[in-house]
């Protein structure tokens, strides 16, 4: 869904990890995403079969140690596909704001002029 309307960008908590133990709302926003950004500790690897058979995945993963995609680059991407109006889902692990780098991404989208959703997850700290 490309043009010159900008997209918009729904920022995810993932829960702890499981895909049964994402809201209702955050599982619908992901089957109607044309972009998701996930990270390693979001339940990427179960939801292939959720997303429709278009939608790009992309894996921003961070492992310790090893940091392939800097956090500038993980928001550059958001906006980037936002501009060319795309509905993209960034799928976070737990809570977007729970030792998390969501209010990074929020600000970067909004400076963009991109609108933002938010979904909270439930942090693994806080499942337990």
């Not at 979001?42 to 140690?65: M, N």
């Not at 980037?80 to 989208?109: I, N, Q, S």
Request: glycine share 14%.
């Amino acid at each position: 869904m490309s043009g010159a309307v900008p997209g918009r960008v729904a920022l995810i908590g993932g829960g702890p990890g499981p895909l049964d133990l994402l809201t209702v709302r955050a599982l619908r926003l992901l089957r109607a995403a044309d972009v998701v950004i996930a990270d390693r500790l979001g339940p990427a690897a179960e939801i292939r079969a959720e997303l429709r058979p278009d939608a790009l995945l992309v894996d921003v993963g961070k492992r310790p140690g090893h940091h392939p995609v800097p956090q500038e680059r993980i928001s550059a991407l958001l906006v980037e596909h936002a501009l060319a109006g795309r509905a993209v889902v960034r799928l976070k692990g737990g809570d977007p704001f729970v030792l998390g780098r969501g209010g990074e991404e929020v600000l970067a989208c909004r400076a963009a002029g991109i609108e933002v959703e938010v979904v909270p997850g439930i942090s693994s700290s806080l499942a337990v």
